[in-house]
């Protein structure tokens, strides 16, 4: 797998402007504007009081002097008030009406009349409060780095710029033919007038496809990088959001910014998100908004042209799912497959990966490439961290071979529980379970090497494991060497029927991975005489009954092949061990005494041909 290499989004990027200090500007001048006028007030000492009182005070002779306004009387005080205030104010109120209140000994005071003024700021003071409070808040909780209160359109994309952190096609190893179709569009991305020279054009999309972990997202930048342009990136599930319609609008959005950046790459990890064919689901409701943002994900494929420096790059690991429109010519004109790397794949991406790491002289990196069959470059790398911390834990100075093997059990098999402890009978079960799948393996022509055996409980419940690894790698099983894997699936089981005479729960795995593969044989490659040369499998996307392809009897005549295939492959298994019994007794003991044998430490065992393709009943 690639190295992958830290970076950081591009703060030089497209990034909208910060208006924080704004907001709360706007907070402060509110807060002023409301509270200022009470401040003022006790800070000069004034005190607004009933127009009762204040004509108290001028009977009693306490007012020095007075200030006549147009509704109000203010009053300077001889000596401070209990309060401390030095003056007061009070609202005027008619002589006539104030002479009758105070025969009466009613306290009373006036209400000034609200000028249209007033009224105003009582409607703009809290707004000017509320209105930068809640454009802050809207802001934070929807979680935008946009301009606006509303800045849920934008699309999420990060814009890195290659230059700062450079990833190079030097950082991509095992996956030299999807390097050699990418060299093109760096090509191109660097010099278009000459690439173009003789009338062609680069590919509008390039789609990345394979199982997780080989790289493809590493690919994306290494061309970034090669070409020097910058990087946005965004992932297919950013886009569908709660409202309706922003999945469409990020997608403009994303162009957009595209084209202002030009040349670029965009990269749409997991695709398969956004693309899922349509008509997928019954639930028309839940499914408009995906389609709405495909369609305008189409729409926007056919409105942009390389020649403006934009193209655009997608991975997924799922590509029967997509719809038909988005992989025609003139979308995603070239797919590109990012396979598991090879034997010499994964030594090229080992290569990479141990310079971080301290290796003992004598080991070899074709002996552990050799470990490692079906491994993508991310499970590779977490192999090498797992061996480095396996020479750690044992305190060597340097990563061993036995390290590498201690990695690849914990990687395959899980972490060994050596506090679970096991009954006698218990491990009894387990030694001839595991010791069944070793003899059937060491006994079938064709069956991958057995490595290892052991009775250690690993995992979330595994008692025991049988580790093999192929020789050489295989692109295309026969018949015969798919049968022998069902035998070797069924051998723990034969053997406990063997040994015991009766079934346990021990094999529940086995069964579960011989089933898959009987229907496979049968439903996909055609390995079956009655049901015949036929492949059986639903639609991708499309939900029963629709999905449905299959008669009541065929499904019926399905389900009696994949039983006769997995009663074919226990008889074998069972054969084997009769044959081979002695050995099975022998290694049970020694499996039940060491708790793990490696491969020189099994018995030996008599092979038997390999066993004919099973006849089928009528």
């Not at 034997?343 to 301290?358: D, P, T």
């Not at 750690?392 to 050596?418: H, M, P, S």
Request: some cysteine; proline content about 6%; charged content about 25%.
């Amino acid at each position: 797998m690639p190295q992958t290499k830290s970076r950081k989004p591009d703060s030089r990027g497209p990034a909208p402007p910060q208006r924080s200090w704004l907001q709360w500007s706007l907070v402060v001048v509110a807060l002023a504007l409301i509270f200022l006028p009470g401040i003022v007030d006790r800070a000069g000492g004034n005190s607004r009081i009933p127009y009762s009182t204040f004509v108290q005070l001028l009977d009693s002779g306490r007012i020095s002097s007075v200030e006549v306004g147009d509704s109000y009387l203010r009053g300077t005080l001889k000596s401070r008030s209990a309060e401390g205030n030095s003056e007061v104010v009070t609202n005027r109120v008619d002589a006539v009406i104030a002479d009758e209140l105070r025969k009466r000994g009613v306290e009373f005071s006036g209400k000034p009349r609200s000028s249209a003024l007033d009224t105003l700021l009582a409607w703009l003071l809290p707004l000017l409060f509320l209105l930068p409070l809640w454009w802050f808040l809207s802001r934070r909780l929807m979680g935008q780095q946009a301009a606006g209160p509303f800045g849920i359109a934008r699309s999420r994309a990060k814009v890195y710029v290659e230059p700062d952190t450079k990833v190079a096609f030097d950082d991509v190893a095992g996956v030299d033919e999807a390097k050699a179709e990418l060299r093109e569009i760096v090509a191109f991305l660097r010099d278009p007038a000459s690439f173009g020279r003789l009338g062609a054009r680069v590919p509008k999309g390039v789609l990345l496809v394979g199982p997780p972990g080989t790289g493809k997202t590493l690919l994306a930048r290494a061309v970034a990088g090669e070409a020097s342009v910058p990087f946005i990136s965004i992932n297919g599930s950013e886009f569908v959001e709660l409202y309706v319609g922003v999945g469409a609008a990020r997608v403009r959005d994303l162009f957009e910014r595209a084209r202002q950046t030009a040349p670029c790459i965009i990269f749409i990890d997991e695709i398969d998100a956004l693309g899922r064919a349509r008509g997928a689901s019954t639930l028309s409701g839940a499914n408009d908004e995906k389609e709405q943002t495909l369609n305008q994900l189409l729409a926007e494929l056919d409105g942009f042209s390389p020649e403006g420096g934009v193209i655009l790059l997608a991975a997924t690991n799922r590509p029967e799912i997509l719809d038909p429109a988005l992989l025609r010519a003139g979308r995603f004109d070239r797919q590109i497959l990012v396979d598991r790397p090879d034997r010499i794949g994964r030594l090229q991406i080992l290569a990479v990966h141990v310079k971080k790491i301290r290796l003992a002289p004598e080991l070899q990196l074709d002996e552990v490439a050799s470990l490692t069959p079906g491994f993508t470059g991310a499970d590779i790398a977490n192999l090498v961290n797992e061996a480095a911390l396996a020479a750690t834990r044992r305190g060597g100075d340097a990563v061993t071979i036995e390290d590498f093997t201690v990695a690849v059990e914990r990687i395959v098999a899980g972490l060994a529980k050596k506090s679970r402890v096991l009954s006698p009978r218990e491990r009894e079960i387990t030694a001839y379970h595991e010791m069944g799948h070793a003899i059937v393996a060491l006994a079938t022509p064709g069956a991958d090497p057995v490595q290892k055996v052991s009775i250690i409980p690993h995992g979330l419940g595994a008692l025991g494991f049988t580790l093999q690894r192929p020789a050489d790698e295989h692109y295309i099983e026969t018949q015969g060497a798919l049968e022998s894997k069902l035998s070797v699936a069924l051998g723990g089981r034969a053997a406990e029927l063997s040994v015991f005479g009766e079934l346990s729960t021990g094999a529940a795995d086995d069964l579960v991975r011989a089933t898959e593969l009987a229907r496979e044989m049968v439903m996909r490659f055609g390995m079956d005489e009655t049901v015949g040369n036929v492949v059986y499998r639903d639609q991708p996307g499309v939900v029963p009954p629709e999905s449905r392809l299959v008669s009541e009897q065929t499904s019926r005549e399905i389900e009696v092949a994949v039983r006769t295939l997995l009663k074919g492959a226990l008889d074998r298994a069972a054969a084997v061990l009769s044959l081979n019994r002695a050995a099975l007794d022998q290694g049970a003991h020694l499996l039940i005494e060491r708790e793990t044998l490696t491969r020189d430490e099994l018995p030996r065992v008599t092979a038997v041909a390999q066993a004919q393709p099973h006849a089928q009943p009528a």
